[in-house]
C-alpha cells in the first residue's frame, strides 16, 4: 500500500522540493501520496506546482494532493513534516525591532535569545493544535520538526504529546562536510560524534580514516581564505578546542563575545565570506524576500533550470525510509529529551544527539559528559530555553522575564531593569499572538 507524507508549511518552498525530491528516490516510496498544507493558497500552489515538476521530471507513480486545511489529509498519515513560519509581519518587527531599540544587534533571531524566545511563544499555539490533530488523525505517524527554535519547540511537544517526534536541523552534516572540504578530505573517510543543543552541539570527536582531523582543521584555517570563511565559529574553536555547527551568524547570536560592540560586529560579523557572516537584520528586507511575488518569481527561476533528482543530505527521507520504508538503518543527529544521554546538561531539557531510526522507532545514544567549556556554555542556553518553555506552559511571565536576564548576549549590554523592561514592550507589542499570557499582559 502507498505511503502517505503530510508537508505542513508546504509553503516553506526549498524545504519542501528538497524533501520530496530525497523522498521519491527511494523505491519504497516512489509511489507515495504526497500531502501538502499550507495557509497562504499561493504558497501552497506554488508547492504543488514544484513537486509535480518533480514527479514529472522523475516519472514517479506517485501522487500529490494539497489543502489549506491539514485536518482534510492527515488521516492515514505514516509520516508528517512541519515547516510552518508563524510569523506575521508586526511579529518580525516586534522579535528584531525592539531588541533593537535597547541595542541589541540580531542576525537571524529564530533560535535564542528574546528574539527566539519570542518567536517560539508566538509558533507554540500553532505547533500545539497541530499535534493535538496528529493525536486524533495519525496518532501512530513519525513527526519530523524543522521549525524554529527548534530545542524549545521539541521540548514543548515531548513535554505534552505522546507524538513520535524529533527535530531536525542540517548544520549538522553540513559543517562535517565543510570540515571535509577544508582539509581536502573525502566525506566517506569522515567519521564524528557531534552533541549539545540545536545550533550550539560540537563535534567531540572528528575523525578521517580513524585518525584525529582536527590538528589538520586548525592548520587548515592558517590560510585567510579558509579563516574568513566563518569568522564567528573559526574564533571560538581556537578558544575552544571543539567545533560548533551552527553558521556564525547564528553562534555570534548566542554568545557574549561578538556582537556587544560596534568594533566587534565590524571584525567579526560584517566581511565573512560563508553563507552567513553575522550581518544585522535589516527587518524590510527580510519582510520583502517572503512577499507571494517573490516567492513566484524563484519558483519560476528554479523550474528553468535542470531538474536534478539527486538525493541530497537532509534527515527526513532517510529517516522515514528506515522507519515504514525498507527499514535501513539510520542515525543522525535528532532533538530529543535528556534522559540520561548528556550527562552535565539539565535532565529532560532537549539536547542534540545521535539517534538511531528503525522500525522500532528512535532510539538515542549515551554520549557522557560534554569537556567543562562546553558544557558551561550549552547548559546556560539550554536552562534559559527550559524556563522560557515552562513560561510558555504555564503562562508565568515573570519566568519569562528571568529566562531573558540570562541571555549571554543580552545580560552583556543591558541591566536588568532595561531588560525587563524590554521584555515587558515585547509582551504588549505582541499581546494578540500570545494567548498564554492574556491574564498578564
Not at 142 to 154: G, H, Q, R, W
Not at 184 to 196: E, I, L, S
Request: with cysteine.
Amino acid at each position: 500500500m502507498p505511503k502517505k507524507i503530510v508537508f505542513i508549511g508546504a509553503g516553506s518552498l526549498t524545504f519542501t522540493r528538497n524533501l520530496v525530491r530525497d523522498l521519491l528516490t527511494f523505491p519504497s516510496f516512489a509511489d507515495a501520496e504526497i500531502a501538502l498544507v499550507d495557509i497562504n493558497p499561493v504558497h501552497l500552489e506554488l508547492a504543488q506546482k514544484m513537486v509535480n515538476h518533480i514527479i514529472q521530471g522523475g516519472g514517479y507513480p506517485a501522487r500529490v494532493t494539497a489543502a489549506l486545511d491539514r485536518t482534510e489529509v492527515l488521516a492515514g498519515a505514516d509520516g508528517v513534516v512541519c515547516t510552518i513560519l508563524a510569523e506575521p509581519a508586526d511579529g518580525v518587527a516586534v522579535d528584531i525591532g525592539i531588541p533593537a531599540k535597547y541595542g541589541i544587534s540580531t542576525n537571524i533571531g529564530d533560535t535564542r535569545g528574546p528574539q527566539g524566545i519570542f518567536r517560539f511563544l508566538r509558533t507554540w499555539p500553532r505547533m500545539l493544535e497541530i499535534v493535538r490533530d496528529l493525536e486524533r488523525y495519525c496518532p501512530d505517524a513519525i513527526f519530523l520538526n524543522y521549525t524554529n527554535p527548534m530545542a524549545m519547540l521539541c521540548r514543548a511537544i515531548q513535554e505534552v504529546s505522546p507524538v513520535r517526534t524529533t527535530g531536525l536541523c542540517h548544520s549538522v552534516q553540513g559543517t562535517a562536510e565543510m570540515l571535509a572540504r577544508w582539509i581536502g578530505a573525502d566525506m566517506k573517510d569522515v567519521t564524528y560524534t557531534c552533541a549539545g543543543i540545536n545550533h550550539q552541539a560540537f563535534y567531540l570527536d572528528y575523525r578521517v580514516n580513524g585518525e584525529d582531523a582536527y590538528p589538520r582543521i586548525r592548520k587548515a584555517m592558517e590560510d585567510p581564505a579558509i579563516f574568513n570563511e566563518e569568522q564567528v565559529r573559526n574564533e571560538m574553536f581556537l578558544h575552544l578546542g571543539y567545533y560548533v555547527t551552527e553558521s556564525s551568524g547564528h553562534n555570534s547570536e548566542y554568545v557574549a563575545w561578538f556582537r556587544k560592540r560596534p568594533d566587534l560586529l565590524e571584525k567579526y560579523c560584517t566581511h565573512g565570506t560563508g553563507w552567513n557572516p553575522g550581518h544585522t537584520q535589516d527587518v524590510s528586507q527580510t519582510l520583502a524576500r517572503r512577499t507571494n511575488e517573490n516567492r513566484a518569481k524563484q519558483v519560476a527561476e528554479w523550474m528553468e533550470k535542470p531538474l536534478d533528482l539527486a538525493r541530497g543530505h537532509e534527515y527526513a527521507a532517510y529517516i522515514f525510509n528506515a522507519c515504514f520504508g525498507d527499514n535501513t538503518l539510520f542515525e543522525f543527529n535528532g532533538n530529543v529529551r535528556n534522559f540520561h544521554l548528556i550527562d552535565n546538561l539539565p535532565y529532560g531539557a532537549c539536547v542534540e544527539v545521535p539517534v538511531l531510526a528503525s522500525k522500532a522507532g528512535f532510539r538515542a545514544m549515551h554520549v557522557g559528559a560534554l569537556p567543562p567549556q562546553l558544557a558551561l556554555l550549552t547548559s546556560i542556553s539550554s536552562q534559559i530555553e527550559e524556563m522560557a518553555v515552562q513560561a510558555a506552559l504555564t503562562g508565568d511571565p515573570t519566568l519569562l522575564t528571568q529566562a531573558c536576564y540570562y541571555d549571554p548576549l543580552v545580560s552583556a549590554q543591558l541591566s536588568l531593569a532595561e531588560i525587563r523592561s524590554m521584555v515587558q514592550e515585547m509582551l504588549q507589542a505582541g499581546k494578540d499572538w500570545l494567548p498564554m499570557f492574556h491574564q498578564s499582559c
